[in-house]
């Protein structure tokens, strides 16, 4: 379901049960969707955000626990974790 970013705040994202999700020693991890037998590379911070996608945690509180992970602009973060949600979402690897 795609919703707008000022409905998402309070949604809980969940990733697709398929995707197989490898955290790596440098805290990048790989993202495998065997449905379409697509591979993502995610940076540290993405890891973070996609770690964190099993529904218990609202996108509010994701961003709010990243800000505090990583060093960097608040609303420079909340800004990039939107654009990543916009982004999983369009790969349909989490499910709001």
Known sequence: MNTTSID?????????????FR??????SVAVDPV???????NPVATAVFERC????????IVAEV??????PPDQIAG????????????GLIEW
């Open 8 to 20: 998402r705040l309070d949604c809980r994202p969940v990733r697709q049960p398929t995707v197989d």
């Open 23 to 28: 955290v790596m020693g440098d805290f990048s």
């Open 36 to 42: 379409n037998g697509m591979a993502h590379a995610l």
């Open 54 to 61: 099993d529904g218990s945690l609202t996108v509010r509180d």
């Open 67 to 72: 800000v505090e992970i990583f060093d960097g």
């Open 80 to 91: 990039d974790i939107e654009t990543f949600f916009d982004d999983l979402d369009t790969r």
